[in-house]
């Protein structure tokens, strides 16, 4: 798995990359093909009455790619409430993969017919 975590107008403290580091390892607990990971913290100065911090992940798992983003006033905020929302959406996909279908009743060889061959 590479992990990719970068900063758009802002340094990425070794405290900040062990935050990351610790709440991707439950997303990577549920799900265990991820491929690659790219983290990206931004910080937009817009105003300094509306700085807004902004954490944005992509997780290339195998056939698809699961894009996330949410800001908040507070960085460590943002990547809390990004990391529900990648559990989520990496939960849901699990289930998708996940092969749901069940054999019919009549395409189930029956006892009798094994032993009569």
Partial sequence: MNLTISGHH?????????????????????????VDINVLLTV????????RQKAEVTVHVKGRDIFVEHA????????????????????????????HHHASAKRLETPSQSLDS
């Fill in 72 to 99: 908040a006033e507070d960085l460590y905020a943002a990547i809390d409430q990004l990391m529900d929302k990648l559990d989520r959406q990496v939960c849901r996909h699990k289930d998708r993969l996940q092969d």
């Fill in 10 to 34: 802002l340094e990425v403290t070794p405290s900040l990359r062990e935050y990351v580091l610790t709440k991707l390892d439950r997303v990577t607990r549920h799900f265990d093909q991820v």
């Fill in 44 to 51: 937009e100065k817009q105003k300094e009455k509306e700085r």
